[in-house]
């Protein structure tokens, strides 16, 4: 049985719909009500009440189908209990200033653009997962303890409108760089990486390809030659994306790599991503550690792997994975995507972004 708390239902005839719109509340990074979900399939008998339940923390965008959550409780005999906690910055906030007292035994969807915060509080144990080297070592967090398992990535890139530049007879751009040029940044919705998640990825994605001075001429450039910025991605895809919902008038926009399968017509600039990684941990002072390495083993999964891009719209980390079909075509994972250490991040996030305040005058 599903119970929900503090929070809304939502219904819809198309499951692509739901899962962009699960997925894309992250881009809102404001804070939210806390809801929580409790999968109360039953407990198992015998023990204590920490033994017998394991809480995750989350965020907002976490779900995962009925079926796949029971799969947890049929296999260890523990119930289930999921908390969400806003988006991954207010997750990754909650977590650090709560080290050994925290409010779940295992969290999930922390990303990379916050993971060290969470570890130099000292607030994770470390867990290295047996299924972690079928995939998700690849992602672990640099020069870390294994205190954080990667899970899923949702990489972060440039979308395009193709149908959009056909039926007006123009060139679809190609490449980040053509930005520049004044006919696409006057076409391109753009986010602002202080107030949206994936536009701070966005942001590190233009670091990461230029040089420490040239990301910020890029960023004066591409505004001054009119590219608008808005406060995130609801408004810049289903507002102003003319593939989004408002059939706006902006045929590039910020989005993921992901969302070309749910928008046909549309395609990624796959060498404009930055490379988000989700990542789950066990809690330092759970009241049911055990429970909590069980639940990231869960997550590492095939049940859940394979759940994920329908799910939440966001590629599975474990080799082998398949991906649900018609993904390879419309929506393949990008071979390669910009990456920076956590704690790079970490060091220079607010001095970037007042840079980047700088660069387009706000």
Not at 61 to 78: H, K
Not at 188 to 195: G, I
Not at 211 to 232: I, L, M, R
Not at 272 to 295: H, I, M, T, W
């Amino acid at each position: 049985m599903l119970r929900i708390v503090g929070g809304s239902s939502t219904t819809g005839d198309n499951w692509l719909d739901r899962a962009v719109a699960r997925r894309h509340v992250l881009g809102a990074f404001a804070l939210t009500v806390v809801a929580v979900t409790s999968i109360l399939a039953g407990c198992a008998e015998g023990g204590s009440q920490s033994e017998s339940e394991v809480t995750l923390l989350t965020h907002d965008s976490f779900v995962l189908p009925d079926e796949v959550l029971d799969t947890f409780q049929r296999d260890t005999g523990m119930t289930l209990k999921v908390v969400k906690s806003g988006d991954a910055g207010q997750l990754a906030s909650t977590v650090s200033l709560t080290p050994g007292s925290p409010k779940a035994d295992a969290v999930y969807g922390i990303d990379n653009t916050f993971a060290s915060r969470p570890i130099d509080a000292g607030a994770l144990e470390p867990y290295t997962s047996p299924l972690a080297a079928v995939g998700a070592e690849k992602y672990a967090v640099p020069d870390s303890n294994h205190e954080l398992t990667a899970v899923d990535r949702g990489d972060v890139c440039l979308n395009v409108d193709d149908n959009w530049y056909a039926e007006h007879g123009q060139t679809p751009p190609t490449s980040l760089n053509d930005l520049r040029d004044p006919v696409y940044a006057r076409q391109a919705a753009l986010l602002d990486p202080a107030t949206s998640s994936p536009g701070m990825a966005f942001l590190l994605a233009t670091i990461g390809t230029f040089d420490q001075e040239g990301w910020q001429d890029y960023w004066k450039t591409v505004t001054a030659n009119g590219a608008t910025v808005v406060s995130g991605w609801e408004i810049a895809y289903n507002q102003l994306f003319t593939a989004g919902e408002g059939r706006g008038d902006k045929p590039i926009v910020v989005s993921y790599a992901s969302s070309p399968a749910a928008t046909p017509g549309t395609s990624a600039l796959l060498d404009s991503c930055f490379g988000q990684v989700e990542y789950a941990g066990v809690l330092k002072g759970a009241a049911n550690p055990d429970g909590a390495r069980k639940l990231v083993d869960f997550l590492l999964s095939p049940t859940v792997q394979q759940a994920l891009p329908e799910s939440m719209y966001v590629y599975p980390v474990q080799e082998g994975t398949p991906l649900p079909e018609g993904w390879q075509q419309s929506a393949p994972a990008p071979t390669t995507t910009v990456s920076l250490p956590p704690a790079l991040i970490a060091q220079n996030r607010e001095q970037w972004l007042q840079q980047w305040r700088d660069a387009v005058g706000r």
